[in-house]
């Protein structure tokens, strides 16, 4: 959808903001491009636009050259959104945001109609917040105008220049989440410019991360943090890239480990044997049709009652199949737990410890690195390659 080839950007003072930089942002995708000051993101960004010139190379938007197309057209095809938003004071929010619409001619119902929907979207009852004026706003609640206003005229790429950058923290982990469930339906073409390796991480299908003027790694999040291409970057994302990893790293189906199942209304006795054959202290209570009710120890079969029932505690917690490490390992600490139960519905799958998590963990990151499945590569094989 957006393609460099061989682009490179030398202003009149001689500084090289981009050197012969080639990539492809697919339709659809999510690309984060992230690095120190100084190194390029914004004069990328701006080239897609035409608000800056490339020396030479070429940007292909939808397969055509955007050289040949007129940078106000273009513009109209682009969504963009900035720190500063750029909204106008005097306008009201639902102007601003129908700012697009109007430009391209629609009538004046339609465009405001179109702005009210964007409001409602991005989280601002149009009732509310449509006749306040900017700065009758917070800081979150004009960036979510911005992101309204640049979705107006529902325009195939987007392009956010540290969108989230000025506002506190808090509110810029809830427009993060806010801005992946939105992205989630109308699935644009996005260039996101960002200094934050987090932001960078949570947000992109892929991440660029640039060293200056050039991408070093070009990859996946879970594999830029799993198998950083260069010193650079490892140094880049941090010396605690294993932990950020765990929550770009999916649950799957062979990381978990079987621990004996027992049913409520199985005897006593059956699930005490259960328990001994497996060599195992507890073992994971299910209802009749397999969901999952609890767990129970080898002890607590020792008190009164004849089936499982009358000893199995109830399940405080469970993680879905494809949840992340981290949720998993983040509901371990909240439960005090040594393992928690991994579900598909109400079907019980087994279960993840921390020694499975950190297998799962190793695992993904040796299967990034040598392009394989994570379900094809075992510890085993990781140890013998030593
Ligand atoms: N108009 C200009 N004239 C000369 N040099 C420029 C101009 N604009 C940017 N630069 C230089 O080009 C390089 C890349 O700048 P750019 O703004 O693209 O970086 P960036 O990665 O977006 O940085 P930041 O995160 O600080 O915004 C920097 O060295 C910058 O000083």
């Avoid at 993101?41 to 897609?48: A, C, D, L, N």
């Avoid at 987007?158 to 801005?179: C, I, K, N, T, W």
Wanted: hydrophobic share 40%; glycine share 10%.
């Amino acid at each position: 959808m957006i393609r460099f080839e061989n682009v490179t950007k030398r202003y009149p003072d001689g500084t090289t903001a981009v050197d012969d930089l080639s990539f492809e942002v697919a339709e659809g995708e999510l690309v984060t491009l992230v690095g120190p000051s100084g190194c390029g993101k914004t004069t990328t960004m701006k080239m897609v636009n035409r608000l800056i010139e490339p020396t030479s190379g070429r940007i292909l938007v939808d397969g055509e050259d955007i050289a040949s197309i007129d940078p106000v057209k273009l513009r109209r095809r682009i969504g963009y959104v900035i720190q500063q938003v750029g909204l106008f004071p005097h306008k009201s929010v639902l102007e601003n945001t129908a700012t697009v619409p109007a430009l391209l001619g629609w009538k004046r119902g339609k465009a405001r109609e179109r702005a009210a929907e964007l409001l409602d979207l991005v989280g601002l009852d149009p009732s509310v917040y449509g006749d306040r004026y900017p700065d009758q706003l917070s800081g979150g609640q004009r960036q979510r105008v911005g992101v309204a206003r640049a979705l107006a005229a529902d325009p195939p790429v987007l392009l956010m220049d540290e969108p989230f950058g000025a506002v506190d923290p808090v509110v810029r982990e809830r427009l993060q989440s806010e801005f992946l469930k939105l992205q989630a339906t109308v699935r644009k073409t996005v260039l996101f410019v960002t200094h934050d390796i987090e932001e960078a991480v949570r947000l992109g299908d892929r991440i660029a991360v640039y060293g200056e003027g050039r991408i070093e790694q070009y990859d996946t999040p879970a594999t830029v943090l799993g198998a950083p291409a260069t010193p650079y970057v490892a140094d880049f994302v941090g010396a605690d890239r294993g932990l950020k990893r765990l929550s770009v790293t999916e649950i799957q189906p062979a990381d978990l480990e079987q621990p004996p199942t027992v049913r409520l209304d199985d005897p006593v006795e059956t699930a005490a044997a259960r328990m001994r054959k497996e060599g195992s202290r507890w073992a994971v209570v299910l209802d009749g049709d397999g969901s999952l009710h609890g767990w129970i120890t080898v002890e607590s079969l020792l008190g009164k009652g004849s089936t499982v029932r009358d000893h199995a505690r109830r399940m405080e917690a469970w993680v879905p199949i494809g949840a992340t490490l981290k949720q998993a390992f983040s509901a371990m600490l909240q439960y005090d737990a040594g393992w928690i139960a991994v579900v598909d519905g109400d079907h019980f799958l087994g279960v993840l410890t921390p020694a499975r998590l950190h297998e799962a963990l190793r695992r993904s990151i040796d299967a990034d690195a040598h392009g394989a499945d994570r379900a094809d590569v075992t510890i085993e094989s990781i140890e013998r390659a030593g």
